[in-house]
């Protein structure tokens, strides 16, 4: 990791918050951004009524914006497969092939 970009910071998937952070060169020191969506298979740990209302088409233009800057994104199930590895991604497995079983 590049010593300059050592932040990661929150996103609420504001893309005005993105530009104000280049405008001020702030964005040169973050490394990558975190946010939640509404709705999650695995869910995020905060409460989905306290979560911006965003459509996939806004969630892909905030995280190319992201890219464009240098800033990487790591969502709530990404987090987990690093820290749990293996054990997640087959509970994640099992639950996805739970839920296809009952719901064809």
Same mark, same amino acid.
Request: positive net charge; proline residues 5%.
């Given at each position: 990791? +590049?010593?300059?970009?050592?932040?990661?910071?929150? =996103?609420?998937? +504001?893309?005005?918050?993105?530009?104000?952070?280049?405008? *001020?060169?702030?964005?040169?020191?973050?490394?990558?951004?975190?946010?939640?969506?509404?709705?999650?298979?695995?869910?995020?740990? *905060?409460?989905?009524?306290?979560?911006?209302?965003? +459509?996939? +088409?806004?969630?892909?233009?905030?995280?190319?914006?992201?890219?464009s800057m240098g800033i990487n994104l790591i969502s709530s199930l990404m987090l987990l497969v690093w820290v749990f590895g293996n054990l997640i991604q087959n509970i994640i497995i099992k639950l996805? =092939?739970? =839920?296809?079983?009952?719901?064809?």
């Amino acid at each position: 990791m +590049d010593r300059k970009k050592n932040l990661c910071i929150p =996103t609420i998937w +504001d893309n005005g918050f993105l530009y104000e952070l280049k405008k *001020r060169g702030l964005h040169k020191n973050i490394f990558e951004i975190y946010g939640s969506l509404p709705v999650s298979v695995i869910g995020s740990g *905060r409460p989905s009524t306290s979560l911006p209302k965003v +459509d996939v +088409d806004h969630v892909e233009e905030h995280i190319n914006i992201a890219h464009s800057m240098g800033i990487n994104l790591i969502s709530s199930l990404m987090l987990l497969v690093w820290v749990f590895g293996n054990l997640i991604q087959n509970i994640i497995i099992k639950l996805l =092939t739970v =839920t296809l079983l009952f719901n064809p």
